[in-house]
């Protein structure tokens, strides 16, 4: 995580502590394996749901081909970008049935796992703050330059995902080059009240953060 961006999450924290919240920080070591896990599950997914995308039942059909493979893979390959590609070819080694049992199977062992540490952190809190990227905006063209370093950007809000949480992203200040800085509420199960609440609290608490004044951005 970027200096500045722990900065603005933590001075958020104090923030809430003055209004009155008791400020509680434990780890989630299990967090480590939020991000293959979620890309696996979720890149099968895509692979299984995709696959209807033929040409031949509904959506996208290429004008000019020769025989019914020919169709589809011409259709997929026209109608499909870079990034459903990727994924789709992930997805499909995942659940092939070499690979089953090494990855997807594991993948959804450790959902589980994630979801009871996050039940277990609900006991000892109501709100789980927490940056929303590691880091700021990227400049224009550098994300599809670097996927790798996009999915990265994934690390803090997939574990919301995983476990089925509700979260609210809100603003929490800007750099020095005026890129806003964005922070995470996470709540139990079925709190989105709560941490909209929290979120309603804090703009009041704390308006300035949602607007730059160098650069007259409200947000």
């Known amino acids: 995580m970027r200096d500045d961006v722990k900065e603005a999450v933590l001075e958020a924290a104090k923030v809430y502590e003055s209004l009155g919240a008791e400020i509680v920080y434990f780890d989630l070591p299990i967090l480590k394996f939020a991000l293959p896990v979620y890309y696996i599950i979720a890149c099968a997914e895509a692979s299984s749901n995709l696959g209807r995308y033929d040409g031949i039942r509904y959506g996208y059909k290429t004008e ?39 990855y997807y199977k594991k993948a959804t062992d450790l959902r589980g796992t994630i979801i009871k540490a996050f039940n277990d952190a609900f006991e000892n809190c109501d709100v789980i703050l927490a940056p929303t990227v590691p880091m700021t905006a990227f400049e224009k063209g550098h994300a599809t330059s670097d996927p790798i370093e996009t999915y990265l950007t994934d690390i803090c809000t997939v574990p919301v995902n995983i476990a089925g949480l509700p979260g609210v992203s809100i603003p929490c200040g800007f750099n020095q080059k005026g890129m806003p800085i964005g922070m995470q509420l996470i709540g139990r199960s079925f709190g989105e009240a709560q941490i909209l609440n929290a979120a309603y609290k804090y703009q009041q608490a704390a308006p300035e953060k949602f607007i730059d004044t160098k650069w007259g951005v409200k947000l």
């Open 64 to 102: 000019h081909y020769t025989g019914t493979h020919d169709m589809i893979c011409r259709t997929r390959s026209e109608g499909f970008g870079e990034e459903v590609k990727r994924r789709i070819l992930l997805g499909t080694y995942v659940l092939s049935a070499g690979y089953y049992d090494a």
